[in-house]
């Protein structure tokens, strides 16, 4: 790449241009998805001001309290795609059926699955939430898409990223050669690339767990960061925000590990395969680091359903292969 500003438009151009038999369907895509992050990163960055903030009446298919930030980035995520002609169907963690493209619509040959504003409890506080999303090729045939496009495991992903609402907002995003991040400039509206080639450190020094769930670990848990805690040659520190992309963002950056495993009240964990785990496992692979649920390669998992929660462990290659050791004494 060039020396001086590379916003995220060029920077979708060249990888373009690397791949003489691309359509550049998949820049169409990821312009529309980075435009409904500035509207959204607006519009969260106005939060503690306008009255939008509060819980809808409404609950989420997992019965959880929604409020109006998700309903309203959920809303901005399918705007921004449906018109594209490249999308047959897409699928967001705040519906519970996927979510069909209007007739008025060309349709493509792509399937995309979000999370369009996730940590959504930490925006009343002030905190760094997320968007995540995953881009599928479509496997069935026909006009529409179906729940079969969405049940394909991660290692079929074409592309993935999260956006984090932070102290800047930053897009990052991998379509299978390496990882790249970009930060928002407010002042003229553009994501600049500032990450070029993210590699996560082979071993870091940050653990992330939520540890008042202690009493529910499994004993190979409570061992795990046991160990951890009193590794010799390096002192690890504690961050747990409670917010997936900015866990996740915090350690790709700096190494470690972040878990959100199985306990013995919820054996498949809280977060959820194809909106989180998946787009997350497929950008730390590309970054060097690995992703798994205890067993196996979280992108080796064959969903079974939409909303599907899987155990997740995911980070830097020395903590998740030690944690991996520990599992197998179990
Ligand atoms: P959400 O999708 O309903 O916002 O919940 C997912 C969030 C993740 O961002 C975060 O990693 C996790 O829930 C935190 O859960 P807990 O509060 O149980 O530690
Ligand atoms: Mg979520």
């Known amino acids: 790449m060039e020396k001086g500003v590379t916003n995220l438009s060029r920077f979708l151009l060249e990888e373009q241009r690397k791949h003489p038999e691309a359509t550049g369907e998949f ?32 609950t989420n298919v997992h019965g959880e309290e929604q409020q109006k930030l998700d309903v309203y ?3 901005k995520m399918i705007e921004a795609l449906d018109h594209t002609g490249k999308v047959c169907a897409m699928a967001s ?15 493509g040959k792509y399937v995309i699955v979000f999370d369009p504003l996730d940590g959504s409890s930490n925006i009343d506080v002030n905190i760094s939430i997320g968007t995540i999303f995953g881009i599928y090729k479509r496997i ?3 006009f529409n898409g179906c729940r079969e496009d969405f049940l394909q495991e991660g290692n079929k992903l074409v592309a993935s990223g999260y956006v984090v609402y932070g102290s800047s907002t930053m897009f990052v995003y991998t379509t299978g050669v390496g990882v790249n991040g970009f930060t928002l400039d407010p002042s003229i509206g553009e994501f600049l690339l500032s990450h070029e080639n993210i590699r996560i450190p082979e071993h870091g020094k940050i653990l992330s767990i939520n540890e ?46 972040f878990l959100y495993p199985g306990d013995k009240s919820n054996p498949e964990g809280k977060l959820r395969l194809l909106y989180e785990a998946n787009p997350m496992a497929h950008i730390i692979e590309q970054a060097g680091g690995m992703a798994t649920d205890g067993h196996k390669n979280i ?7 939409l909303h599907q929660k899987t155990p997740l462990i995911i980070g830097s290659r020395f903590e998740v292969e030690t944690y991996l050791k520990y599992m197998k004494k179990s």
């Open 212 to 257: 008042a769930n202690y009493h529910r670990w499994t004993p190979e848990i409570r061992d795990f960061v046991e160990y951890i805690k009193n590794i010799k040659e390096r002192k690890y520190t504690s961050r747990y925000i409670g917010s997936l992309v900015a866990d996740f963002h915090r350690n790709l950056l700096k190494g470690g590990i």
């Open 299 to 305: 992108l080796d998992i064959k969903p079974e359903k």
């Open 140 to 142: 069935s045939e026909g």
């Open 93 to 107: 963690e705040e519906e519970e059926d996927i979510i069909e493209i209007p007739d008025k619509y060309p349709k």
């Open 73 to 75: 980035a959920n809303r």
């Open 27 to 58: 820049t169409i895509l990821l312009e529309q998805i980075a435009f409904a992050a500035k509207i959204i990163s607006s519009e969260v960055n106005k939060a503690g001001l306008v009255n939008i903030l509060g819980k809808n009446e409404s």
